[in-house]
């Protein structure tokens, strides 16, 4: 089945767009204005709320906020409440009816793109927002799946939606085709400067990230250091490697500080392009900050991590998240000038040229592992391909990350298999 199909795409925007009553530029004055918050959009931060949540965003929302961010596991946790099954059962019957021969994989991603279309609408809806809105995992290595469903949330929502696409070699295509069509990307799962450098380059997309409170995590975790400030530090050097970056080539491309853990955090990435903030950290944010006035941007801070004792950061690739290999900005603009450049073409050409490390080809084993640690690797299993260089702490991270999406996306989907049950 085509995932274009006119008819398909026709009735799935039905079923998102019935009782939809956007207030485009009319539900500003809705909300209250914060001094706190005003403040950091003068720094130059746009600020968004990283919840799926409509209550909890309801209570923090302030007119100076412009978007909220869901991804599969956000979704996830509103689908469990069972908030939309009456719109799974409704969704099913109807494709069912249009498509008898649809078989069940290709119905359940088709339900789960309702859902995130759905949900992402009563976003726009209740606030006015910009939505990032993100594909199903199992088009992560799928460059025209990939930019078929970009097309058809853009279609849906052209003017609030940004469709998240995951930093893998299929996501950097794929943003980038659809990037020429006016379609805004937020390419995820970003996790340092010499990433988001591959991801500029390449891809140009509207936003990139760097999640910088995995980043603390996995070093605490793995008693590597007290993680402070290893995930600012990735961010800063994200951000100006990202401007100096779109600045020569023209692109569009605005850095987001993503997986913000507390109210402090908010306050030490002041100016960075974006915030993308949890519900707890904005508002501790809010409640703890008493002076407006006293807020500054951090962009130029030198934020310094600090080490356990007798830890070697060179030997844990730690340096991979902040430090830009000479060469690897002219690289890839080489690569991306490649004909019908395709994943494969576009990983084997990364390796070819000496920088394979910042986006490996993973093998079966290698993501077995890394769905078996979760989003925080154990980096005991990788010591020794961390110390040789084949891979990168930026590109491990991004790996688990991945693969705890692939996890709440099943958990999902097999929500959504309960509730259809068999033909």
């Known amino acids: 089945m085509e995932i274009e199909s006119e008819k398909l795409v026709e009735l799935t925007r039905g079923l998102v767009l019935e009782g939809f009553e956007p207030h485009y530029g009319a539900r500003a004055q809705a909300f209250s204005a914060s001094p706190v918050w005003a403040k950091m959009r003068e720094l130059g931060s746009e600020l968004w709320l990283d919840t799926g949540d409509i209550a909890a965003a309801g209570k923090l929302w302030t007119r100076e906020m412009g978007a909220l961010t869901t991804n599969n596991t956000l979704l996830n946790k509103e689908v469990q409440k069972g908030t939309y099954d009456t719109l799974v059962t409704r969704a099913a019957n109807a494709l069912r009816k249009a498509f008898p021969a649809m078989d069940e994989a290709f119905l359940v991603r088709e339900i789960a793109f309702v859902l995130n279309a759905y949900h992402g609408l009563r976003l726009v ?43 893998t070699a299929a996501g950097l295509l794929a943003a980038a085709q659809v990037g020429t069509e006016g379609i805004p990307v937020n390419l995820t799962l970003g996790f340092g400067a010499r990433q988001n450098v591959l991801v500029t380059a390449v891809a140009r997309p509207r936003f990139c990230n760097v999640f910088l409170g995995r980043l603390n995590q996995v070093v605490t975790e793995n008693k590597l250091g007290d993680g402070q400030y290893v995930g600012e530090k990735a961010t800063m050097a994200s951000q100006r490697v990202v401007k100096a970056l779109g600045r020569s080539l023209g692109a569009p491309t605005k850095q987001i500080a993503a997986s913000l853990r507390s109210g402090e955090q908010v306050r030490d990435l002041a100016g960075v392009d974006v915030l993308t903030i949890p519900p707890a950290a904005a508002d501790e944010f809010a409640r703890t900050t008493k002076d407006a006035a006293a807020l500054s941007s951090a962009v130029e801070k030198a934020y310094e991590p600090r080490w356990a004792a007798g830890v070697d950061a060179k030997a844990w690739a730690l340096d991979s998240l902040w430090d830009v290999p000479y060469g690897l900005e002219r690289a890839a603009l080489e690569i991306v000038s490649i004909p019908d450049l395709d994943p494969a073409g576009l990983l084997k050409s990364l390796k070819d040229a000496g920088f394979g490390a910042v986006l490996p080809q993973w093998s079966k084993e290698d993501v077995a592992a890394a769905t078996q640690d979760g989003k925080i690797p154990k980096l005991a299993r990788w010591k020794d391909r961390l110390a040789k260089g084949e891979i990168g702490l930026d590109a491990l991270m991004n790996l688990h990350g991945l693969q705890s999406f692939v996890i709440d996306q099943k958990a999902m989907d097999d929500r959504i298999r309960g509730l259809i049950g068999k033909k």
């Open 125 to 167: 809806e209740q606030f006015d927002a910009f939505v990032s809105v993100e594909e199903h995992t199992d088009l992560a290595h799928d460059v025209a799946a990939a930019v078929g469903y970009a097309r058809r949330y853009h279609a849906i929502c052209p003017e609030r939606f940004i469709v998240k696409l995951p930093l």
